[in-house]
């Protein structure tokens, strides 16, 4: 009788083990317990990044100063850049004459899409206030939204609200991107605060505070295209506007960036940040694109059904490897204890 219950307790235990490792195993890409990453200049220990962004090997920053780093080393929350000796400079591709028509022959047009992926993300506010699932993000855009219309321009906001935090939104906030995509887009940008504190994204000038933006682009089928627009922005930025854009990061994490050649991820401010800063600083920015796209007209839009098939593509499969596997293993032990005890 012992030795029955000895074999039949061995699938058992390793049903009991599979529930433990299922809840145990992170997904893979996800948050790690500091609430943002830190960036590190190799051999001084000089911080030169806080963000909620993942860094990965290879990711590349470009700093307030203009020098450019390489993220060479993650470990966990810590990563370290080594500066570049060579500074990369991608001409803008893509970009179209004043009255030239597009790649795909739409005539040139001027809307510009706002999103926001994780759309609970709010400043500063009152201790004990519980958080919404509209944040305050969504005002932040509706500033963009106005300046931009004010300037002649055809935003279309989105207040698309998603329940996922963290990398998971992006899967989410794709099927917004890819309805989006049936108007020619000159623009997308989407729209969040930093997970850092204040400073990070906080220039003081003449005894006031001033939020500041940081640009932020994927490695996916389209960054280049993206990358060159960041850099010319920045280029106007240092020229009309002088602090508002802080930085850049050019990142391997999630960003949807294969949607579009001119999608763009915009920080606006910490989540530390006052509202009403966050908000002139948003609309700064509109103001500042606005004028850019004078001169820099759009890059058209890209067929639908690329987007669609990259919604289902590999990164999402790779994504939900793991959980599945898990799942399997606890089918098969259950399957494998039944018949101990039946036998």
């Known amino acids: 009788m012992r030795k029955e219950f000895k074999s039949a307790s061995f699938p058992l235990w390793f049903l009991l083990w599979g529930v433990f490792f299922l809840l145990a195993l992170p997904a893979r890409g996800a ?192 960054g280049e295209r993206a990358l060159g627009l960041a850099l010319r922005l920045i280029e106007v930025a240092r020229r009309e506007r002088p602090g508002l854009i802080r930085d850049l990061l050019v990142t391997k994490a999630i960003v949807n960036q294969d949607l579009h050649p001119a999608l763009l991820t915009v920080v606006v401010g910490s989540n530390q940040e006052e509202l009403a800063l966050a908000g002139e600083a948003a609309r700064e920015l509109a103001a500042l694109i606005s004028s850019a796209l004078e001169a820099t007209p759009e890059l058209g839009t890209l067929p639908p059904a690329a987007g669609r098939a990259d919604l289902a593509g590999s990164e999402r499969g790779g994504r939900l490897l793991w959980p599945w596997a898990g799942v399997a293993g606890l089918v098969l032990a259950a399957l494998f204890l039944l018949y101990l005890t039946r036998a």
Request: charged share 25%.
């Open 31 to 222: 948050e790690p317990l500091a609430p943002h990453r830190i960036l590190y200049e190799e051999g001084t220990g000089r911080v030169l990044l806080r963000t909620h962004f993942p860094l990965f090997p290879g990711d590349e920053y470009l700093a307030p100063d203009g020098s450019w780093y390489v993220v060479v080393k993650t470990i966990g929350w810590r990563a370290e850049g080594r500066r570049r000796k060579s500074i990369p400079s991608p001409a803008f591709e893509g970009g179209l004459e004043p009255g030239e028509a597009s790649p795909l022959g739409h005539p040139p047009a001027r809307v510009i899409g706002i999103i926001h992926t994780h759309s609970a993300e709010s400043y500063r506010s009152p201790a004990g206030s519980p958080p919404q699932r509209r944040g305050e993000i969504f005002r932040v855009g509706e500033v963009m939204a106005k300046e931009f219309a004010l300037h002649g321009l055809r935003p279309i906001h989105s207040w698309a609200v998603y329940s996922a935090d963290g990398e998971a939104a992006y899967y989410q906030s794709r099927r917004t991107l890819i309805a989006l995509r049936k108007y020619p887009l000159s623009l997308v940008l989407d729209v969040h605060c930093e997970t850092a504190p204040r400073a990070e994204l906080s220039l003081r000038e003449r005894g006031r505070h001033r939020a500041q933006i940081r640009l932020v682009v994927g490695r996916g089928s389209q």
